[in-house]
Nanobody
Framework: VQLQASGGGLVQAEGFLRLSCAVS????????MGWFRQAPGNEREFVAT????????DYADSVKGRFTISRDNAKNTVYLQMNSLKPEDTAVYYC?????????????????WGQGTQVTVSS
């Protein structure tokens, strides 16, 4: 199983980025997906999750209303649209594949992880 994240970069505050995560090696549509992030010196934290069908999503309070998670099961890809970015959003962002199909918020609920993509927001 492979998860390949992309789309990170350097952006100014109030800007936007779209992260993508392509998954291969299993039946993508059976599993929930999630995005986590980790800033230097901090623990990895939950950002967003989406159910296997894409019909249910959940977000960390810190990103609610600014970030949108979505998925395309035909393309085996999950996305994270990030708008109104803030300097505190700076982190390495990781996509992850869940152990089940429903939305999952806990790090322990995820079985496979991508390599991470750096997002840097300048003030």
């Amino acid at each position: 199983v492979q998860l390949q994240a992309s789309g990170g970069g350097l952006v100014q505050a109030e800007g936007f980025l779209r992260l993508s995560c392509a998954v291969s090696g299993l039946t993508f549509g059976l599993y929930a997906m999630g995005w986590f992030r980790q800033a230097p010196g901090n623990e990895r934290e939950f950002v967003a999750t989406i159910s296997k069908s894409g019909g249910t999503t959940d977000y960390a309070d810190s990103v609610k209303g600014r970030f949108t998670i979505s998925r395309d099961n035909a393309k085996n890809t999950v996305y994270l649209q990030m708008n109104s970015l803030k300097p505190e959003d700076t982190a390495v962002y990781y996509c992850a594949l869940g152990r089940a199909g429903w939305i999952l918020r806990s790090y322990a609920d995820y079985k496979y992880w991508g390599q991470g993509t750096q997002v840097t927001v300048s003030s």
